[in-house]
């Protein structure tokens, strides 16, 4: 369904990609692994048209990504749960919920209306505090909140980074599980993570990142728990610890 | 007691411009986080497009529409050079820049105009209101009416409206509003165009009052919006209108009880009590004043 090839991604002369490839399979969770600095929220930026490619290609469903400003992106059915959430913090839940179907905001009312109330009862959370402003919730409310403002657009896939930083172990659990139900709905994923023991238990497929490039790609099970923890926390490939 | 309450009446009424100017700047700078230097000039080149209808004979209706369409046109034009190209680089090269393109437009002006002051016609023709002790110049009441409109009218735009959600959500986090597919040059095209309508009905008012226009114009209203947004708090919109109204309460009460002279110092005075007891402003945006308390613990 998405499709990375050879993707270089440069601030300045320092490049942050140096050629990356992997690929999301249409109705799985595919799961992007590393440590901090590997250069996962660059790559995110990047598929999401907020950073531009120096070089490779990004296809949603065959159709070319690189170069096309993100309002196109999205509209093609691509949706992020940004890094740290980035929640409009002064705006109410529902008019940041309603932010997320933006590009379809006048044409399609109803179909607007509709997926609130989808969101709304799909997180029952997100009802109580609907008029409240995003920036008086929880950090876990507002993880919530960021799912569902995404899922207002529509997505065919679901970009997903680090949602589980800063929170809660109960909360993380919530979050992982509401992962794998959109999921069983039918809405592939690609989420990037540290948290690699949670992760592992959700992924289809999963991808290791470090300093720019893919070093490993395999099914859960495939590494040893303790390398992959190791390396995508740390790095360093071969690093494994005997 | 009568001076001083007509003191207040005079100066909500000198006020509303300068809330209207803020009220520019404040959305231009709330939104995009970019301080438009140009903005008061922008506003001058656009009378001096009125005045040059004016000139020619062109009847009232005319010079209202080419003063709001020279100050949309040389606001799009500023807003085009220094903040589009530079959206997302530094914030500092897109404010001098700015600040290029202010003496870039006065001079312009001053080429096709090069005498120190030209007309411009009246807006009303009313009589003073009485009430009571305390008067009413009908120029003010006209331009306090309009004012008040013009803030319902906003204020509908940008909580009732798409383009309204949009400004907000550019205005909070504008790397999250990309990601909701919101086109952030359109938006801040958008909000130049907005700003530039609410200050060319600024400067209608204004140069209507004192029926003349001169260059140095746009100096001054860069100076006033500047301090109306700053006393209000950067960024917000209710704070603009109430840093202008106090801006224009001050300025008079200054005036009568200390002369003239005194006029300018009423600014300076009310800038340095605020910056000193209340920098964040009267009702500054939350997200300012975080920054503000971050950068005090640095």
Same mark, same amino acid.
């Given at each position: 369904?998405?499709?990375?090839?050879?993707?270089?991604?440069?601030?300045?002369?320092?490049?942050?990609?140096?050629?990356?490839?992997?690929?999301?399979?249409?109705?799985?969770?595919?799961?992007?692994?590393?440590?901090?600095?590997?250069?996962?929220?660059?790559?995110?930026?990047?598929?999401?048209?907020?950073?531009?490619?120096?070089?490779?290609?990004?296809?949603?469903?065959?159709?070319?990504?690189?170069?096309?400003?993100?309002?196109?992106?999205?509209?093609?059915?691509?949706?992020?749960?940004?890094?740290?959430?980035?929640?409009?913090?002064?705006?109410?839940?529902?008019?940041?919920?309603?932010?997320?179907?933006?590009?379809?905001?006048?044409?399609?009312?109803?179909?607007?209306?509709?997926?609130?109330?989808?969101?709304?009862?799909?997180?029952?959370?997100?009802?109580?505090?609907?008029?409240?402003?995003?920036?008086?919730?929880?950090?876990?409310?507002?993880?919530?909140?960021?799912?569902?403002?995404?899922?207002?657009?529509?997505?065919?896939?679901?970009?997903?980074?680090?949602?589980?930083?800063?929170?809660?172990?109960?909360?993380?659990?919530?979050?992982?599980?509401?992962?794998?139900?959109?999921?069983?709905?039918?809405?592939?994923?690609?989420?990037?993570?540290?948290?690699?023991?949670?992760?592992?238990?959700?992924?289809?497929?999963?991808?290791?990142?470090?300093? *720019?490039?893919?070093?490993?790609? *395999?099914?859960?099970?495939?590494?040893?728990?303790?390398?992959?923890?190791?390396?995508?926390?740390?790095?360093?490939?071969?690093?494994?610890?005997? | 007691?009568?001076?001083?309450?007509?003191?207040?009446?005079?100066?909500?009424?000198?006020?509303?411009?300068?809330?209207?100017?803020?009220?520019?700047?404040?959305?231009?700078?709330?939104?995009?986080?970019?301080?438009?230097?140009?903005?008061?000039?922008?506003?001058?080149?656009?009378?001096?497009?009125?005045?040059?209808?004016?000139?020619?004979?062109?009847?009232?209706?005319?010079?209202?529409?080419?003063?709001?369409?020279?100050?949309?046109?040389?606001?799009?034009?500023?807003?085009?050079?220094?903040?589009?190209?530079?959206?997302?680089?530094?914030?500092?090269?897109?404010?001098?820049?700015?600040?290029?393109?202010?003496?870039?437009?006065?001079?312009?002006?001053?080429?096709?105009?090069?005498?120190?002051?030209?007309?411009?016609?009246?807006?009303?023709?009313?009589?003073?209101?009485?009430?009571?002790?305390?008067?009413?110049?009908?120029?003010?009441?006209?331009?306090?009416?309009?004012?008040?409109?013009?803030?319902?009218?906003?204020?509908?735009?940008?909580?009732?409206?798409?383009?309204?959600?949009?400004?907000?959500?550019?205005?909070?986090?504008?790397?999250?509003?990309?990601?909701?597919?919101?086109?952030?040059?359109?938006?801040?095209?958008?909000?130049?165009?907005?700003?530039?309508?609410?200050?060319?009905?600024?400067?209608?008012?204004?140069?209507?009052?004192?029926?003349?226009?001169?260059?140095?114009?746009?100096?001054?209203?860069?100076?006033?919006?500047?301090?109306?947004?700053?006393?209000?708090?950067?960024?917000?919109?209710?704070?603009?209108?109430?840093?202008?109204?106090?801006?224009?309460?001050?300025?008079?009460?200054?005036?009568?009880?200390?002369?003239?002279?005194?006029?300018?110092?009423?600014?300076?005075?009310?800038?340095?009590?605020?910056?000193?007891?209340?920098?964040?402003?009267?009702?500054?945006?939350?997200?300012?004043?975080?920054?503000?308390?971050?950068?005090?613990?640095?």
């Amino acid at each position: 369904m998405l499709v990375i090839e050879n993707i270089v991604t440069a601030y300045g002369k320092i490049e942050a990609l140096r050629g990356v490839s992997m690929e999301a399979q249409e109705g799985r969770i595919t799961c992007l692994l590393g440590p901090n600095g590997a250069g996962k929220t660059t790559l995110m930026y990047t598929v999401a048209g907020i950073l531009h490619a120096r070089r490779g290609s990004v296809r949603l469903q065959g159709q070319e990504l690189v170069g096309k400003p993100s309002s196109e992106i999205v509209r093609r059915g691509l949706a992020l749960v940004p890094e740290n959430r980035l929640t409009f913090p002064e705006v109410s839940v529902r008019e940041n919920l309603i932010a997320g179907a933006y590009l379809r905001l006048t044409r399609d009312k109803a179909g607007v209306a509709e997926d609130l109330e989808r969101q709304l009862v799909r997180f029952p959370r997100l009802r109580e505090r609907i008029n409240q402003d995003a920036g008086t919730l929880s950090g876990g409310e507002q993880q919530m909140l960021a799912v569902a403002r995404a899922l207002m657009a529509r997505p065919r896939i679901l970009l997903m980074d680090e949602p589980s930083l800063g929170l809660a172990p109960l909360v993380v659990e919530e979050i992982f599980r509401t992962i794998h139900e959109l999921n069983a709905e039918g809405v592939t994923v690609l989420l990037v993570e540290q948290n690699a023991h949670m992760a592992l238990q959700i992924a289809h497929h999963f991808y290791l990142l470090e300093q *720019g490039r893919i070093t490993f790609s *395999g099914v859960p099970g495939a590494l040893q728990e303790d390398e992959v923890i190791h390396r995508a926390y740390l790095g360093g490939s071969g690093a494994s610890s005997h | 007691m009568v001076d001083f309450l007509q003191n207040i009446v005079d100066g909500v009424m000198v006020g509303s411009g300068y809330a209207l100017l803020g009220l520019g700047f404040t959305l231009i700078f709330g939104v995009m986080r970019r301080l438009n230097l140009s903005y008061g000039p922008s506003v001058m080149v656009g009378i001096f497009v009125g005045t040059w209808f004016h000139l020619r004979g062109a009847g009232l209706l005319a010079v209202i529409a080419a003063t709001l369409a020279g100050t949309v046109l040389a606001n799009v034009y500023v807003d085009r050079l220094c903040f589009w190209a530079v959206r997302q680089r530094s914030a500092i090269t897109a404010v001098v820049s700015s600040f290029v393109i202010w003496m870039q437009l006065e001079e312009a002006v001053i080429l096709v105009f090069p005498d120190r002051t030209y007309p411009f016609p009246r807006l009303t023709a009313l009589e003073p209101i009485e009430l009571g002790p305390i008067f009413f110049r009908a120029e003010y009441v006209t331009m306090f009416a309009c004012v008040a409109l013009l803030l319902a009218g906003v204020w509908l735009l940008v909580y009732r409206t798409r383009f309204g959600l949009a400004l907000r959500a550019v205005a909070q986090d504008p790397v999250a509003a990309r990601y909701m597919g919101i086109p952030l040059d359109w938006i801040g095209l958008g909000v130049a165009v907005m700003a530039a309508l609410i200050g060319g009905l600024a400067g209608l008012l204004i140069a209507g009052t004192d029926q003349l226009v001169i260059p140095k114009f746009g100096l001054w209203a860069t100076y006033k919006g500047l301090i109306a947004m700053m006393l209000g708090g950067m960024g917000s919109i209710p704070g603009a209108v109430c840093g202008g109204l106090l801006l224009g309460v001050a300025e008079i009460q200054f005036v009568w009880y200390l002369g003239a002279q005194f006029r300018d110092l009423a600014a300076y005075f009310l800038l340095f009590t605020f910056l000193v007891l209340r920098p964040g402003g009267l009702l500054g945006q939350a997200i300012v004043r975080r920054e503000l308390a971050a950068f005090r613990r640095i």
